[in-house]
Every structure is written in C-alpha cells, then in structure tokens.
C-alpha cells in the first residue's frame, strides 16, 4: 500500500502530506516538516480550508494567467513536488509578467529575508539544471544579477554542490575564490574547498592558504569536521606533524573539556531552578565521566549536587578525600575552602584544608582572608578577625586597603538576636 501511495502521487521524499477529496483528487499538500507542531498544523488547517491550495491556485491561474501571486505560488507547489515540467513555465511567466519585482515578496523558513516574486523565481529557474549537476550557467547568470540580493548565498550553496562534485580543480578554485571573498567567515564553505583540493589534489600550494584561514576560523571554537578535514589536507601534503598539531590530543583535550563545561552548564542551570533534576544529575555524572580528574569539573558537579540535596554524592566528588589528593596543593585547597565556605556545609573539612593551605603558604593573605570567611560562616567571629588581621598584616599595597575594610567591617558587633 505504501509503495502504491509513493508512485501515485510521485512523491519524491518524506515528510509528504496529501490532502484529497472524496474522489481521491489531489487538493493540495505539503512537503517536509518545521517545529513547533503549531505551525505545521496551521498549514494543515489552511489547506483543509481551501486557502491557497494546489487546486485553489490552479483555477484561480486558468482564470487569470497574468495573475503573478497566483502564478508564483502554483509554481512553487510544483516546485515542492520537484516537477520542473510544470514549475519551470509559470516562473517564467513570473519574470515576464513582473520584471521589476514589484507584485510581491516571499520568505521561506530557511530565509533570513524575503525575496521578491520575480527574485525567487529566477532562482528557481537557475536551480532546476543543476540538478543531477547538468549546468551551472543560469545559477552563474543569476548570482551576476542579484549577488547583493537576499537569495544569493543560497545561490551559492547551489553552485557549492555542483563545483565540490563536478567541476575541474581549475574551475573549483575559481568558484570558492569568489565564494569566500563574498563569505568570509563561512567555516564550512573553507572547509568544503580544502577537501575539494585534497581529493584533486592539484592546488596544494593554494591549499595551505585556505587551510590556514580555516584553522583562523574555528580557533576559539574547534571544529571536529573542520579538523579532520585540514589534518587530511596536511597528511596528503606527507606533513603528518601539523595533521596531528590540528586533529589530535590537544584538540581531544580541548573538545573533551567544551564538552564536559557544556554539560554542566546546562545542568547547572536546571539544577538551580529546581527543575529537570534528574535530566541534571545524570548530565552532571556524565561530566565526570569524561574528565574525572579535573578539579573544576568536580567543584561544578559538586555544585549540581548541592543544588539537588544530593550533599552525600558532591561530598563523594569534591569532599575530603578529594582534598588530599591536592593537600600539597595551596591553590587547589583554596578553591574547596571558598566552595564550601559559600555552600555552608562540610566546614570542617574546609578548615582542616584551610590550615593545611596556610602550613604550606603562612604568609598568603589571600589564605588568610579565605579563613576569616570560613570562620564567620561557622559562627566564630574572634577567630574571624585574627585571621583578617593577618590577611592586612601580609597583603599586598594594593590589595591592603580591601583587607583593611574587611577586617573593619568585622570587627563590628553582630546585632544581638532578639
């Protein structure tokens, strides 16, 4: 039955949405599929009222062929079902009838903005004979007339598949000359001209240059497919040295800790809300999992699960005995001071590491300011001051006058509970 229904009604891919009458007559349809599922159910509703449907625009075309909106929209109707046979001759009726552009204007779902009739219509035309890559001379014509024009870089992806696929090296390095210099920092487009010249293996040289620019790209942001694709370049070159530079361990090592903040980003987020908790707890695990051994990692997931009480498991992952392991580490134990001063739990765990931070580093206000907040969180304002004197005793001129202010501040008598 549903091959039946496929070559009935050619249909050409999925998503495909058939609205037929009673006889079983082609009303109209809708190809493919966007969210939210509002949307695409208001499609649904318009066409089962009969509103700019596939049989609604055919009449209204036989009764008036000059008619440019209608002509437009019954073109791309066919367009969707890709019969060029039927699409090709009422574009062209569009761009005879409205040269200028001025009946109209249209924006599909992948635009960034709306192109007139005539515009997209033309586009339209140029499309059809590179598919199946047959011939890039109407899409070429249309970019020299509209390159400014909202449908240029779709244009240019057109273009992109027939020269990445069918076109000389030559005729490649040309066509993404030009591309890039319309689109620089298009990272997939540079991307996709350096793998066109490591298979043709013919512009090495020009190679070098596009990779470098790709490299320039995606440095804040690496790329797996972008990487790849230059350490294939350089491997072809015989420079497996520079493959593994741009597509090996620091590249893992960068990506598995994107990947991992990433991770706890979103967990972070949800877990402060008080919603998605357990979506939270899991992506939070998951995190660990990939770089168990980073401390930041381990405070941030220690944080998730604070925020869900789960203080048992942030003790496990970020708790004392996670502190030994760095108890030779001053930096490292004033970052679990400052955590579980803030959290307000484990603190004498955190003073244990904070004594330990100052037998190795006596002489760090920083330390010393660390354990007047701790002391204040645990109730013990005497110790607090001591250990705010010491911090303005051993602060640097410029951190002084802070320390002073603190130490000031604490020295003023808690309001008596009433």
Do not use: C
Request: net charge neutral.
């Amino acid at each position: 039955m549903g091959a039946q229904a496929f070559q009935r009604f050619a249909i050409r891919g999925t998503p495909t949405t058939m609205v037929l009458d009673g006889a079983g007559t082609e009303v109209d349809w809708i190809v493919g599929y966007s969210a939210p599922p509002e949307k695409f159910q208001a499609k649904v509703e318009k066409a089962l009222a009969g509103v700019e449907t596939f049989q609604s625009l055919l009449a209204a075309n036989a009764a008036n062929p000059k008619d440019v909106a209608v002509a437009f929209k019954l073109g791309r109707k066919y367009a969707e079902r890709a019969k060029e046979d039927k699409a090709v001759p009422l574009y062209k009726d569009v761009v005879a009838l409205d040269p200028a552009g001025a009946s109209g204007t249209f924006k599909a779902d992948y635009m960034k903005a709306p192109a007139t009739y005539t515009e997209y219509a033309e586009y339209e035309i140029a499309r059809f004979p590179l598919q199946n890559r047959r011939d890039p001379a109407l899409m070429k014509a249309f970019l020299k007339k509209y390159r400014a024009g909202p449908m240029a870089r779709m244009a240019y992806s057109s273009l992109d598949i027939f020269h990445y696929g069918n076109a000389s090296a030559e005729e490649a390095d040309v066509f993404y000359a030009e591309y890039t210099s319309r689109f620089p920092n298009e990272t997939w487009v540079f991307q996709k001209w350096l793998t066109k010249i490591t298979q043709d293996k013919k512009s090495l040289k020009r190679g070098v240059v596009v990779a470098e620019r790709l490299q320039e790209l995606t440095e804040a942001n690496p790329d797996p497919y972008a990487q790849a694709a230059m350490a294939e370049f350089y491997l072809a070159r015989g420079d497996k040295a520079k493959a593994e530079e741009v597509f090996g361990q620091p590249f893992i090592d960068g990506h598995l800790s994107n990947v991992a903040f990433g991770l706890l980003e979103y967990a972070d987020f949800w877990a402060q809300r008080g919603e998605h908790g357990e979506s939270a707890e899991s992506v939070a695990e998951a995190a660990l999992k990939i770089l168990p051994e980073n401390m930041y990692i381990r405070q941030r997931a220690a944080g998730v699960f604070m925020s869900l009480d789960r203080e048992a498991r942030a003790l496990e992952v970020f708790g004392p005995a996670y502190a030994k392991t760095y108890w030779d580490e001053p930096g490292e134990l004033r970052t679990y001071i400052y955590f579980w001063t803030q959290q307000g739990k484990n603190l004498d765990g955190a003073l244990a590491a904070g004594l330990r931070a100052l037998e190795l580093r006596p002489r760090a206000y920083y330390h010393w300011t660390a354990l007047a907040d701790l002391y204040l969180k645990m109730g013990n304002q005497a110790e607090a001051i001591k250990a705010a004197e010491k911090a303005v005793e051993f602060a640097s001129p410029a951190a002084k006058p802070a320390m002073q202010k603190k130490l000031e501040k604490l020295k003023v008598p808690a309001p008596e509970k009433k």
